[in-house]
């Protein structure tokens, strides 16, 4: 077993008075008398004169390859940015929406210069540009991941279409679909990460990105809905503006937005349907 003579190492201080978590009697009658449980998760047991034995590693203290570490940067992407995209589409993102149309056909797909961009954030409205930002940051290390720093333009726009739902298709059929591809996606990057894998998301993250307004500024749309899932009512497993699990509108003009016979909050707590 590894020694280590200074107890400064691991930040530990100068001997068993240092350590934060105490022995326990559990840790002791496994790994014996004097072994006590460290916050980084290591098991160490403190000699007499100051140093210790390690006697299990911390599971956080592992080396990994090139290839490993940056499967691991793009599995935390990936669950950083599905949360996003969960939140947009729950709050009426449509990529048929006019708006969504008119930029995509500005833009001329992903390979865009600067003033197509910019062109395009104008068409969009603010729903549109999180729900695209969250696409982007999904897509970006999944393309890294599979063709390295570089990729073409047929490679982009192939992912487009198999991570998330385009233009002229429906949310409704596509979206439970893209949805279970970057979940695959994600479990691949879990596999490449090696050891690091203990420290991600075991699933790709399914719940949407808390609302940053305060309680009191939300509408009574949120308080009815999220009465509606306390008590088992909403059905997140079927598509967004289903019966089963409605959209949420901040306001009247997002629910004016919303594709025509979906169900949705209003902002004054009421369920309706768009007509």
Do not use: C
């Not at 893209?178 to 490449?192: D, H, N, P, S």
């Not at 009574?220 to 509108?249: E, L």
Request: charged letters at 20%; glycine letters at 10%; proline letters at 8%.
């Amino acid at each position: 077993m590894p020694k280590v003579s200074d107890p400064s190492a691991l930040g530990l201080g100068s001997g068993p008075s240092a350590t934060s978590s105490g022995g326990g009697d559990d840790i002791q009658r496994q790994w014996g008398p004097g072994a006590r449980l460290q916050p980084d998760g290591s098991i160490v047991r403190f000699g007499p004169r100051g140093g210790y034995t390690i006697l299990k590693e911390s599971p956080t203290n592992f080396k990994l390859t090139e290839d490993q570490g940056k499967a691991q940067t793009y599995a935390r992407l990936m669950a950083a940015s599905e949360p996003d995209y969960l939140s947009a589409v729950s709050e009426g993102y449509d990529p048929n929406h006019w708006r969504a149309l008119i930029a995509r056909t500005v833009e001329g797909g992903h390979k865009r210069n600067p003033i197509q961009q910019m062109m395009g954030s104008f068409a969009r409205n603010d729903l549109q540009d999180r729900a695209q930002q969250a696409e982007f940051l999904f897509q970006d290390p999944y393309l890294k991941s599979m063709t390295g720093a570089a990729s073409s333009g047929g490679e982009d726009v192939k992912s487009e279409v198999v991570l998330a739902t385009q233009p002229g298709q429906s949310m409704s059929v596509m979206g439970p679909q893209t949805r279970r591809t970057r979940e695959e996606v994600y479990q691949a990057a879990l596999v490449r990460s090696g050891p690091a894998k203990a420290t991600l998301p075991a699933k790709l993250p399914s719940e949407k990105t808390a609302s940053a307004r305060k309680p009191s500024e939300q509408s009574a749309g949120f308080a009815a809905h999220t009465a509606a899932v306390k008590q088992g009512r909403i059905d997140k497993s079927k598509p967004f503006g289903s019966r089963a699990n409605p959209y949420v509108a901040r306001s009247d003009e997002i629910a004016n937005r919303l594709p025509r016979g979906s169900y949705v909050y209003l902002p004054n707590g009421s369920l309706g349907v768009v007509e």
